[in-house]
């Protein structure tokens, strides 16, 4: 099975600086899908970022792009310009060709004023 | 257009009880998926289906069953409920890989647990 991990339990930045936020995968796969979901307070999980394995090109959203790298198996989301409403738990996921999710323990990202 | 639903939003069990919660989706998307989540452990895969009257096994099926008789429905039973089984449980849905430009999930909003 394919296994997601996040090594930083907590984060925290200071409003309109950027923060980058680590997840590795393991797989043996070569085709897959990489996603990045943030999770406020109010528990909804909330699509910030989507990645495809076959495409080169990092993705980007706004305030919100990716560092993918293919070979070494990470996938980093960057925050640019943060705001307080950035704070929130966020997940790094994978889905696999056999269209099972599989999740990080997630990453608590503190917005300082 | 109400996407991904869960009833209810709260509920308090004693150990030994049971109950089901329902899910319920308005996108048409053919699967369907049960997690849990908890504290330091993200979001774990209970089971899941591929489509109307299929279910599988996902990480920790125990202690859970799972029904899908129809598209749009996707039920979590807890036979005997355990403090074990205390936890926030979300359903999500998507599209198969392929099928759609769209290759995420869509998350409802979740189900506060709490087996005393």
């Known amino acids: 099975a394919q296994t997601v991990t996040q090594s930083q339990p907590e984060m925290s930045v200071q409003e309109a600086e950027t923060v980058t936020l680590s997840c590795t995968y393991d797989t043996s796969e070569s085709d897959y899908y990489l996603f990045w979901y943030k999770q406020p307070p109010s528990r909804q999980m909330i699509l910030v970022i989507r990645q495809e394995a076959y495409k080169q090109q990092n993705a980007t959203e706004n305030r919100f792009s990716v560092n993918f790298q293919k070979a070494a198996k990470s996938f980093s989301l960057k925050i640019s310009d943060s705001q307080l409403g950035d704070a929130a738990m966020y997940f790094c996921a994978y889905r696999s060709t056999g269209n099972q999710f599989y999740f990080g323990t997630g990453t608590s990202l503190t917005v300082i004023p | ?116």
């Open chain 2, 1 to 116: 257009n109400a996407g991904v639903t869960q009833t209810p939003k709260f509920r308090v069990l004693k150990t030994g009880q049971s109950m089901t919660l329902l899910c319920a989706q308005d996108m048409n998307h053919e699967y369907m998926y049960w997690y849990r989540q908890d504290p330091g452990m993200g979001l774990r895969l209970i089971h899941y289906s591929v489509g109307e009257g299929t279910t599988a096994k996902g990480e920790v099926p125990d202690g859970y069953n799972v029904s899908r008789l129809k598209k749009q429905n996707f039920l979590l039973g807890l036979e005997s409920a355990a403090p074990s089984q205390t936890s926030v449980y979300f359903c999500a849905s998507s599209y198969p890989l392929g099928l759609a430009e769209e290759e995420t999930q869509y998350f409802g909003p979740g189900t506060r647990l709490l087996v005393l």
